[in-house]
Structure formats: structure tokens, C-alpha cells
């Protein structure tokens, strides 16, 4: 969907990203994290032309975005910033439909787009849809920025730290619906984040950024088993790394096959993570926890030490 | 641990509960000054001093008990907080206080041109004029209070109203003031004219200087500083200093380049006059914009810009809008500041209301200085209040 290629940009003489190549697949959703000032808000920004690269190509949809005028690239890509800003002085409604009035849609396609948009994100249209930013709450507002950046039906979606300014529960709901809204849509996503557990738990793939170089880029699971660097395992956790490595591995990767035995306890379902499971067997004073189902429809357990298995 | 409770506060202290001490207070300096100063002055001719009359020799006790009772009135509202039209009752008692006091006085005015003579002169006194600008007073504190825009704009129409009215039936001829003003009718009118001609365009100089120095400065912080100390400066220059030092430049340029006067530049007249109240008014109109354009949300601006919105779409959907309250307050004051400015422009032959502040002043006539001062006020709180409706307008927020 967009490809980064040895893309450069420096900043008064001081290289924000240096040397970045990436494939951003399309209908993936790709992480860039790193510490503050790896680089990873700039690249995003290079993405629709907020800043101009150096050096190097990107290609949006084939074509290099060089040639698409910035004004008509950016509405062909959703944009997310973790201040929402949205406009104070324009409803709900008026303002999703930004960029569909931008395009010039008709209005009863705006209209119909917002009421799915508001339904998309979780909000009521009755309840919200005419009301002011000011009178929602910090969520309620970043699910209004993230409906505003999906209308105009982008084929790619930026977030800069999207849900960096909301606390812990409502932006693991945030997530929740993030990862919803794009097994419905299908839109590619290309996040910024420096949450370590945001990361792992939304990226299908991650970029890590160090002083404005690409480290290392795969799923969370390879990241995590194999950090490339030592920037790359101090990023994700240090000697608290192993930890992580079970946020990014579900029960269903490491559960075998076998019947499980009364007494053992509620099953527990294949899809949650290896965490989730160490946590259970901790607060409940198992090494051994029933699995739902496994991955061919049988039963399964998972044992304490299938968490250690390399 | 029990945390102790808080206090409650006093119940006299409570909103909405007291009683209004404001009226009260200005009604009773009203009624003060009143008995002590004289309502109007009779002189014997437009240039001797003249001797006071009081309201009860002016009015007559018929009259003078009117004027009491209204004040009395206002009083009796102002300790009655939980009367619902409470502020509407006591501006629309303020403007019959305005209207019946200057009906008063004309009335005086006639029986005293009866009485002694097409010469004499029947000015308005110290205690009218404190009965005048308090119910002036009354009457822009209850605007500002009252939290309705009809029960803002209603006393305010009511009295303006009765005012024309009043003037149209004749009853206020004999005044001086009156007088003054029927003998030169006509210049008047071009003065007039002329006065909001200079501020038209002294105001659109600035508006279109200030605002391209106010968008610049936001468009280059780094360069706000310096460009600020700058019109500083000129603010600092006394207004009178200001009009009478672009004569000189002006006088040498055109003179270099004789030209320029087909074009009507000259060191005296409307051209210099137009300069100096723009310059003046170019501080306030920069900063205005700069700190309305500094007030909207850089998120705002960043979201907009990376959704695709373009240049013009950015000022005209965001910083336009969101500027507004401020920029609406700029153009308030700067126009007020510059109505009154513009009476200086009368000393370097520039014409405008401030013709007759200077000849009255010559010829001792203080008539024809109140003319000409009044006339200017009237104007300023006309711009004043006619734009606060305006932001009023613009600035509410749909109902959903």
C-alpha cells in the first residue's frame, strides 16, 4: 500500500530518519515505535506530505507521492493526531463529514456516511451526533477523530500516538474497536506509538525506529523472540522482555493436545494471550489450565511449562 | 478519618439572593445631586454665564415628583432580586428617567424663551446631566447583566425610540444645544459626514495594514517581536504629536514631487488626518489578529491541514472562525478609539465633528463644544453597542 524507500530527513543538520525503507502491506497494520525522537512521527508525517523527504522515494498506491498534490493525497489517507483537534466550533456530525465536503460528496451520502461512521465507532448517532466536541469526553472525543479520519473512506489511515492522552481503560476499548474497525474495513493502518503494550497488542507488524533507523520490522512474536539489537530489547522491556513475549503469543501457539481432567478449572479461550494465561495460573494456583478449543476444534490444555518452551 | 465538612457559605452571599446594590447606589447619587446642583442654566444671551435653575424652579412640583418617583422606582426594583423582569424593568425605568429629564428640561426651556426673550439661553445644568448619564449608566449595566439578548436589546430600542420621538415632536427646540445645532444645520450634517468618512477610512487602512502585520507575525513568531516594538512606538507618540508631525513629511514630499497633490496627498487636510488614525489604529487591529490567530488550537490547524484541507479552506473553515470572538473585540475598539480620535482631526483642517469642539472653544460658546463632543460620544457608544449586537449575532452557538 505504501512503500518507504532509503528515505532521508534532517532536521537544521540533525537526521530525524535516516536511510528508512518499509513496506507497509496493504490491509495491514503496521507499528512504528521507538523511543522519543527515533524518528517514527516524522516518517509518518513524510507519509502525507505534512514534511518533505530528503532524500529517497515513497510510494503510495504505486505511484510516487511526489506526483499526487499534497491537498488531494491527504484525503485519500485517514490522519489521527493524539490532540484529536477536533473543530470546537462544529458539531459531531459536521465535523466527520470534513473530508466528505471536502470531496463534494452529495449530502444524503454524508449523512449516511456519518451515522455509519458514529455506529462504526461506537457512539450512538442519536446521542451525538449534534453535539459539540466540548461536551464529550476524552474517549468519546478520539473515537469522534478516529470516524472523522475513516470518512472519506481512505485507503490508508496514519496515526500519530492516536491514544496516547486517554487513561489506561478507555484506550484498551479505543484498541478494542480499532482492531474491530479494521477487520470490518479492511483500511491499511500505519500507527506511531512509543507504548510498548499499545504496540504489541494492535501490530500485526512492527517497524522500530532508533535515532531515525529502521532496527528490525516483523510480527511481535519474531520481535520479541529475537530482538535484532540490543536498542531493539531494551525498546520492548530489557530484562523484563520475556514478559512482553507473552503479550505477543496467544495460548492457542503453545497449547498441545490433551483432555483435560476435572478440577482443573475454568477453560480458557485459544485466542487470549500467554499472559493472560500465566496470570490465572498465578492468582489461581495452577501450572496446568483447560484451552477452549484449539486451532482444529479440539480440546486442549496448556501447562506451565509450554510458557518456557523456546 | 473523618474529613471535617466544609462551611456553607453565609445565605446573604448566595447568587441571586442579594439585593442589587448598583442601582441603588447610582440612583441615589441621582437624587443627591439633584437637590443639590441646578437642573438647567439660564443665560441671558449664547456667550454670558448664566445662573442655575432647580429642578423644582425648572419643572415645576408636577415634574420634579415625576423624576423622584422613577427613581423611586428603581430603587424598589433594585431590593426585589427575585422579581423575574427585574433587570428589564429597571433599564426601561432608567430610560424614562433619560427621556422624561431631557423633556423636562425642554420644557423649561420653552417657558423660559417665553418669558424673557428670543436671546435667552436655557443650557442643561450639572444636575441634569448627572440624572442623564445615570440613567446612561442603569441602562448599560442592565444590558450587560441581563443574560437574554431581547431583554439586552429591548430597553435599549425603547429608549432610542423615545428619544427620536421626543426630538421630532419639537419639545426640545429651545435647549441651546438645540439652537446651536438649527442655526448650521447643514454643516452640521457635512461635518457629520465628514467625521465618519475619516474614520471609514482610517479604520479600513488600519483593519487592512494591521491585519496583514497581525497574520504576518503569526505566520513568523520570530518576527513578532520586533515588528510589535515597532508599532509600540507609535502608540507611544501623543495623538495630538501625531497629526501635526505627518505635516511636515508630507509637506516636503509633495512639494519634491508636486504630483502627489493630484492625488490629494498634502501636509493638512483629510490625507494626513486619514494617515495618523490609521497608523493609530494599527497596533490594536495587529495584535488583535495576531492574539485571535495565536488562540486557535494548533491541533486544529494540524488536524485541517492533514485531512487536505487547502490554504484557504484552513483560514476560512478554522482560523477565521475560531479567531472571531477576538477579532470582532479588535474591530469594536479600534473603531470606538478611532470615532474619538478623529475629533483631532478638526486641527489640521481636516473637518469632522471635532469643527465645532474648536470653534466653540475659540468663541466661548460651551454649546457648541457640547455639540460637537456629544455628537462624537453618541457615535462611539452607537459603534460600540451596535457591534456588540453584531458579536452577539455571530457568535451564538446553533441550536441543535
Same mark, same amino acid.
Given at each position: 500500500m505504501i512503500r518507504f524507500?532509503?528515505?532521508?530527513?534532517?532536521?537544521?543538520?540533525?537526521?530525524?530518519?535516516?536511510? @528508512?525503507?518499509?513496506? @507497509? $502491506?496493504?490491509?495491514?497494520?503496521?507499528?512504528?515505535?521507538?523511543?522519543?525522537?527515533?524518528?517514527?512521527?516524522?516518517?509518518?508525517?513524510? #507519509?502525507?506530505?505534512?514534511?518533505?523527504?530528503?532524500?529517497?522515494?515513497?510510494?503510495?498506491?504505486?505511484?510516487?507521492?511526489?506526483? %499526487?498534490?499534497?491537498?488531494?493525497?491527504?484525503?485519500?489517507?485517514?490522519?489521527?493526531?493524539?490532540? @484529536?483537534?477536533?473543530?470546537?466550533?462544529?458539531?459531531?456530525?459536521?465535523? %466527520?463529514?470534513?473530508?466528505?465536503?471536502?470531496?463534494?460528496?452529495?449530502?444524503a451520502r454524508i449523512d449516511q456516511r456519518v451515522a455509519e461512521l458514529l455506529d462504526l465507532v461506537g457512539l450512538p448517532p442519536g446521542l451525538h451526533a449534534r453535539r459539540y466536541p466540548d461536551e464529550l469526553s476524552g474517549g468519546q472525543q478520539q473515537r469522534v477523530g478516529?470516524?472523522?479520519?475513516?470518512?472519506?473512506?481512505?485507503?490508508?489511515?496514519?496515526?500519530?500516538?492516536?491514544?496516547?492522552?486517554?487513561d489506561p481503560p478507555t484506550r484498551r476499548g479505543l484498541q478494542d474497536s480499532l482492531m474491530a474497525i479494521q477487520k470490518r474495513t479492511g483500511t491499511t493502518i500505519l500507527l506511531v506509538t512509543h507504548d510498548v503494550e499499545e504496540a504489541i497488542r494492535l501490530g500485526g507488524t512492527l517497524a522500530v525506529l532508533d535515532q531515525g533507523r529502521l532496527l528490525q520490522t516483523g510480527t511481535p512474536a519474531q520481535v520479541l523472540a529475537q530482538p535484532a539489537t540490543d536498542a531493539v530489547a531494551r525498546f520492548f522491556g530489557g530484562p523484563l522482555l520475556g514478559l512482553n513475549r507473552l503479550k505477543a503469543l496467544r495460548v492457542g501457539d503453545r497449547a498441545h493436545a490433551g483432555a483435560p481432567s476435572p478440577g482443573e478449572g475454568e477453560p480458557i479461550d485459544a485466542e487470549a494471550t500467554l499472559e493472560a494465561a500465566l496470570a490465572r495460573m498465578v492468582a489461581e494456583g495452577r501450572s496446568r489450565l483447560p484451552v477452549r478449543r484449539l486451532a482444529n476444534g479440539a480440546p486442549g490444555v496448556l501447562d506451565l511449562a509450554d510458557l518456557v518452551r523456546p | 478519618m473523618r474529613i471535617p465538612a466544609g462551611r456553607e457559605p453565609a445565605p446573604a452571599l448566595r447568587a441571586g439572593t442579594d439585593i442589587d446594590v448598583l442601582p441603588l447606589l447610582i440612583s441615589a447619587l441621582a437624587l443627591a445631586a439633584l437637590l443639590l446642583g441646578g437642573f438647567v442654566v439660564v443665560a441671558p444671551n449664547r456667550l454670558l454665564s448664566g445662573s442655575p435653575l432647580s429642578l423644582w424652579q425648572a419643572a415645576g412640583p408636577g415634574g420634579a415628583a415625576s423624576l423622584l418617583a422613577i427613581l423611586g422606582v428603581i430603587a424598589l426594583l433594585a431590593a426585589r432580586p427575585a422579581l423575574r423582569l427585574q433587570r428589564v424593568l429597571i433599564s426601561l425605568a432608567a430610560g424614562a428617567l433619560m427621556l422624561l429629564s431631557l423633556a423636562l428640561a425642554g420644557m423649561a426651556?420653552?417657558?423660559?424663551?417665553?418669558?424673557?426673550?428670543?436671546?435667552?439661553?436655557?443650557?442643561?445644568?450639572?444636575?441634569?446631566?448627572?440624572?442623564?448619564? #445615570?440613567?446612561?449608566?442603569?441602562?448599560?449595566?442592565?444590558?450587560?447583566?441581563?443574560?437574554?439578548?431581547?431583554?439586552? #436589546?429591548?430597553?435599549?430600542?425603547?429608549?432610542?425610540?423615545?428619544?427620536?420621538?421626543?426630538?421630532?415632536?419639537?419639545?426640545?427646540?429651545?435647549?441651546?444645544?438645540?439652537?446651536?445645532?438649527?442655526?448650521?444645520?447643514?454643516?452640521?450634517?457635512?461635518?457629520?459626514?465628514?467625521?465618519?468618512?475619516?474614520?471609514?477610512?482610517?479604520?479600513?487602512? $488600519?483593519?487592512?495594514?494591521?491585519?496583514?502585520?497581525g497574520l504576518l507575525a503569526y505566520r513568523r513568531p520570530q518576527r513578532a517581536g520586533p515588528v510589535f516594538a515597532v508599532l509600540n512606538i507609535v502608540q507611544t507618540i501623543p495623538s495630538l504629536a501625531l497629526f501635526a508631525l505627518l505635516i511636515g513629511p508630507l509637506t516636503v514630499l509633495t512639494g519634491l514631487f508636486p504630483a502627489l497633490r493630484q492625488l490629494g496627498i498634502a501636509g493638512i487636510g483629510p490625507f494626513p488626518a486619514i494617515l495618523a488614525l490609521g497608523l493609530y489604529g494599527l497596533l490594536p487591529v495587529a495584535r488583535g489578529v495576531h492574539a485571535g490567530l495565536s488562540a486557535v488550537p494548533p491541533a486544529v490547524v494540524e488536524a485541517a491541514r492533514g485531512m487536505g484541507m487547502t490554504g484557504g479552506q484552513i483560514v476560512r473553515h478554522t482560523l477565521i472562525p475560531l479567531a472571531l470572538p477576538t477579532l470582532l473585540q479588535t474591530?469594536?475598539?479600534?473603531?470606538?478609539?478611532? %470615532?474619538?480620535?478623529?475629533?483631532?482631526? /478638526?486641527?489640521?483642517?481636516?473637518?469632522?465633528?471635532?469643527?465645532? %469642539?474648536?470653534?466653540?472653544?475659540?468663541?466661548?460658546?460651551?454649546?457648541?463644544?457640547?455639540?460637537? /463632543?456629544?455628537?462624537?460620544?453618541?457615535?462611539a457608544l452607537i459603534a460600540d453597542t451596535a457591534l456588540r449586537g453584531l458579536a452577539l449575532f455571530l457568535l451564538r452557538r446553533p441550536a441543535p
Amino acid at each position: 500500500m505504501i512503500r518507504f524507500e532509503g528515505i532521508c530527513k534532517s532536521f537544521g543538520g540533525a537526521r530525524a530518519v535516516n536511510d @528508512v525503507t518499509l513496506d @507497509v $502491506a496493504r490491509g495491514s497494520l503496521c507499528a512504528l515505535v521507538g523511543t522519543s525522537g527515533s524518528g517514527k512521527s516524522t516518517l509518518l508525517r513524510l #507519509a502525507n506530505r505534512l514534511l518533505e523527504a530528503d532524500e529517497g522515494s515513497i510510494r503510495f498506491d504505486g505511484a510516487d507521492v511526489t506526483n %499526487i498534490p499534497p491537498v488531494e493525497l491527504r484525503r485519500r489517507m485517514g490522519y489521527v493526531i493524539q490532540s @484529536v483537534g477536533l473543530f470546537p466550533h462544529w458539531t459531531v456530525e459536521r465535523n %466527520i463529514a470534513t473530508v466528505p465536503r471536502l470531496l463534494g460528496w452529495p449530502s444524503a451520502r454524508i449523512d449516511q456516511r456519518v451515522a455509519e461512521l458514529l455506529d462504526l465507532v461506537g457512539l450512538p448517532p442519536g446521542l451525538h451526533a449534534r453535539r459539540y466536541p466540548d461536551e464529550l469526553s476524552g474517549g468519546q472525543q478520539q473515537r469522534v477523530g478516529v470516524a472523522r479520519a475513516l470518512a472519506g473512506e481512505p485507503e490508508l489511515l496514519l496515526m500519530d500516538e492516536p491514544f496516547g492522552a486517554v487513561d489506561p481503560p478507555t484506550r484498551r476499548g479505543l484498541q478494542d474497536s480499532l482492531m474491530a474497525i479494521q477487520k470490518r474495513t479492511g483500511t491499511t493502518i500505519l500507527l506511531v506509538t512509543h507504548d510498548v503494550e499499545e504496540a504489541i497488542r494492535l501490530g500485526g507488524t512492527l517497524a522500530v525506529l532508533d535515532q531515525g533507523r529502521l532496527l528490525q520490522t516483523g510480527t511481535p512474536a519474531q520481535v520479541l523472540a529475537q530482538p535484532a539489537t540490543d536498542a531493539v530489547a531494551r525498546f520492548f522491556g530489557g530484562p523484563l522482555l520475556g514478559l512482553n513475549r507473552l503479550k505477543a503469543l496467544r495460548v492457542g501457539d503453545r497449547a498441545h493436545a490433551g483432555a483435560p481432567s476435572p478440577g482443573e478449572g475454568e477453560p480458557i479461550d485459544a485466542e487470549a494471550t500467554l499472559e493472560a494465561a500465566l496470570a490465572r495460573m498465578v492468582a489461581e494456583g495452577r501450572s496446568r489450565l483447560p484451552v477452549r478449543r484449539l486451532a482444529n476444534g479440539a480440546p486442549g490444555v496448556l501447562d506451565l511449562a509450554d510458557l518456557v518452551r523456546p | 478519618m473523618r474529613i471535617p465538612a466544609g462551611r456553607e457559605p453565609a445565605p446573604a452571599l448566595r447568587a441571586g439572593t442579594d439585593i442589587d446594590v448598583l442601582p441603588l447606589l447610582i440612583s441615589a447619587l441621582a437624587l443627591a445631586a439633584l437637590l443639590l446642583g441646578g437642573f438647567v442654566v439660564v443665560a441671558p444671551n449664547r456667550l454670558l454665564s448664566g445662573s442655575p435653575l432647580s429642578l423644582w424652579q425648572a419643572a415645576g412640583p408636577g415634574g420634579a415628583a415625576s423624576l423622584l418617583a422613577i427613581l423611586g422606582v428603581i430603587a424598589l426594583l433594585a431590593a426585589r432580586p427575585a422579581l423575574r423582569l427585574q433587570r428589564v424593568l429597571i433599564s426601561l425605568a432608567a430610560g424614562a428617567l433619560m427621556l422624561l429629564s431631557l423633556a423636562l428640561a425642554g420644557m423649561a426651556a420653552s417657558e423660559q424663551a417665553v418669558a424673557a426673550g428670543r436671546l435667552t439661553r436655557v443650557s442643561l445644568g450639572a444636575g441634569f446631566w448627572t440624572l442623564f448619564v #445615570a440613567g446612561l449608566l442603569l441602562l448599560a449595566d442592565g444590558a450587560e447583566r441581563e443574560p437574554r439578548r431581547a431583554g439586552k #436589546a429591548l430597553p435599549l430600542l425603547a429608549t432610542l425610540l423615545g428619544l427620536a420621538a421626543l426630538i421630532a415632536s419639537g419639545r426640545l427646540a429651545h435647549l441651546s444645544l438645540a439652537r446651536e445645532y438649527a442655526v448650521r444645520q447643514q454643516a452640521y450634517l457635512d461635518e457629520l459626514l465628514r467625521h465618519l468618512q475619516l474614520t471609514g477610512a482610517g479604520l479600513a487602512l $488600519a483593519l487592512v495594514a494591521g491585519g496583514a502585520i497581525g497574520l504576518l507575525a503569526y505566520r513568523r513568531p520570530q518576527r513578532a517581536g520586533p515588528v510589535f516594538a515597532v508599532l509600540n512606538i507609535v502608540q507611544t507618540i501623543p495623538s495630538l504629536a501625531l497629526f501635526a508631525l505627518l505635516i511636515g513629511p508630507l509637506t516636503v514630499l509633495t512639494g519634491l514631487f508636486p504630483a502627489l497633490r493630484q492625488l490629494g496627498i498634502a501636509g493638512i487636510g483629510p490625507f494626513p488626518a486619514i494617515l495618523a488614525l490609521g497608523l493609530y489604529g494599527l497596533l490594536p487591529v495587529a495584535r488583535g489578529v495576531h492574539a485571535g490567530l495565536s488562540a486557535v488550537p494548533p491541533a486544529v490547524v494540524e488536524a485541517a491541514r492533514g485531512m487536505g484541507m487547502t490554504g484557504g479552506q484552513i483560514v476560512r473553515h478554522t482560523l477565521i472562525p475560531l479567531a472571531l470572538p477576538t477579532l470582532l473585540q479588535t474591530l469594536r475598539l479600534t473603531l470606538v478609539q478611532l %470615532i474619538g480620535l478623529a475629533v483631532l482631526a /478638526a486641527l489640521i483642517g481636516a473637518g469632522g465633528l471635532g469643527t465645532f %469642539i474648536f470653534q466653540g472653544l475659540g468663541q466661548t460658546a460651551a454649546d457648541l463644544v457640547l455639540l460637537g /463632543a456629544l455628537s462624537a460620544i453618541a457615535l462611539a457608544l452607537i459603534a460600540d453597542t451596535a457591534l456588540r449586537g453584531l458579536a452577539l449575532f455571530l457568535l451564538r452557538r446553533p441550536a441543535p
